[in-house]
């Protein structure tokens, strides 16, 4: 499977901004649907953004729709997180999953195969 690790994470204010990465390498990038996951302890891992392997199209979470932009860069086998305007609910640790190349059930944890071991964000009051 892909390996991912994630980067980028770390303590910030509320409103601040804050630009996480994801860095795979084993298999081929471009062929994976890539999403991002969040998880609190004792919360299950919920589902933040997804985007297909060609980058046409993107899915959010309500919760962060138009704070956060999730985009890739196959040449760079990378695949970015932009959060702007973070709240202290956003804090969790974020976790990058690769999945199959399709676009039904991007938000569902079981449609990936392949995760990262996660980045810590905390935005404190």
């Known amino acids: 499977q892909v390996q991912l690790v994630e980067s980028g994470g770390g303590l910030v204010q509320a409103g601040d901004s804050l630009r996480l990465s994801c860095a795979a390498s084993g298999r081929t990038f471009s062929t994976y649907n890539m999403a991002w996951f969040r998880q609190t302890p004792g919360k299950e891992r919920d589902f933040v953004a997804a985007i297909t392997w060609s980058g046409g199209s993107t899915k959010y979470a309500d919760s962060v729709k138009g704070r956060f932009t999730i985009s890739r860069d196959n040449g760079k086998n990378t695949v970015y997180l932009q959060m702007i305007n973070l709240e202290p609910e956003d804090t969790a640790v974020y976790y990058c999953?690769?999945?199959?190349?399709?676009?039904?059930?991007?938000?569902?944890?079981?449609?990936?195969?392949?995760w990262g071991q996660g980045t810590q964000v905390t935005v404190s009051s």
């Open positions: 999953a690769a999945g199959s190349p399709t676009i039904s059930g991007m938000e569902h944890k079981s449609r990936y195969v392949s």
